[in-house]
């Protein structure tokens, strides 16, 4: 039968025998994969990618799917692996609500700056900034190089016209090596990040403490993804901002480093009742 998908003439071969849609797709027509339009805002570079992705997420997290792809652009990304996030179906999916994802990476990144000149190291510290951008074409079949087939497992969690968030695909061991609730990995033998996170909140002068560290070691450098920064009011920056508490979950656990141990701490320092140690990141709206 034949509808309109995505504005398109599609087929709907809910009903067609399993035979046929591998004939369908081994003969008369080709693969699609999920696409984007170009990114709406620029790298730290100053260039813009769009990306192709898989039609099944290697990682879902609690508020998003991740997915590997590669990115296509003019830039020196252009064919880079990438991993392209899209929102759950109940959570939102619109540009408005990527921007505190992307100001958190962008304010993390800033603060690394200054660390890496501030504190000397044989490694440095590096967030990935991700770029936006809007759905174009979703994960199917072109039968006849005319109609759309969905890919059915693709059509239950990436929509047409939503704005999806695309990162660098990082290589190596990823590791999460401290959470946003005071939880710091007990088999991390880094004391360089931990002290990042104490060095963000006394540069600050206490507005600000970067937490929910993770990512990868390389050579030089560690190459970090997803963080979360207490702010002195919570919520600033997103659900994972948890304020003066998460400020006080992480000092209540914290023991200095080498690279920290003369950096100023609160005084009286308590474990906030309503936030407990866990590996996940723990969110406002459930406290």
């Not at 081994?26 to 805002?41: C, I, K, L, R």
């Not at 899209?86 to 990144?109: C, G, L, M, N, P």
């Amino acid at each position: 039968m034949l509808v309109l998908f995505n504005g398109q003439p599609s087929l709907l071969t809910v009903g067609i025998p399993w035979f046929l849609r591998s004939l369908f797709k081994n003969e008369m027509g080709a693969e699609q994969s999920n696409e984007t339009y170009m990114s709406t805002w620029s790298d730290e570079s100053g260039d813009q990618y769009w990306a192709d992705f898989e039609s099944k997420p290697f990682s879902s997290g609690a508020f998003r799917h991740a997915f590997k792809g590669h990115l296509h652009g003019r830039g020196p990304r252009g064919g880079d692996q990438c991993v392209v996030k899209v929102f759950k179906r109940e959570y939102a999916k619109h540009i408005t609500d990527w921007t505190v994802d992307v100001a958190t990476s962008k304010k993390a990144q800033s603060l690394a700056t200054k660390f890496n000149e501030a504190v000397p190291s044989t490694r440095s510290l590096k967030f990935m900034t991700p770029m936006v951008a809007k759905m174009e074409k979703r994960a199917g079949f072109k039968l006849l190089w005319i109609f759309d087939i969905p890919d059915e497992d693709s059509a239950k969690i990436v929509f047409p016209n939503e704005y999806v968030c695309m990162e660098p695909f990082l290589t190596g061991t990823y590791q999460k090596f401290n959470a946003n609730n005071g939880w710091v990995n007990p088999n991390m033998n880094v004391s360089l990040i931990p002290a990042f996170s104490h060095w963000t909140w006394a540069h600050s002068g206490g507005k600000y403490l970067v937490c929910d560290i993770q990512g990868v070691r390389d050579d030089d450098e560690y190459l970090l993804t997803d963080p979360a920064i207490h702010s002195d009011e919570a919520g600033t920056y997103g659900n994972a901002d948890l304020g003066p508490e998460g400020m006080e979950a992480f000092f209540s656990t914290h023991k200095c480093t080498e690279f920290c141990k003369n950096l100023h701490k609160p005084r009286n320092i308590r474990r906030p009742r309503r936030i407990r140690p866990s590996p996940g990141t723990t969110y406002g709206f459930t406290l």
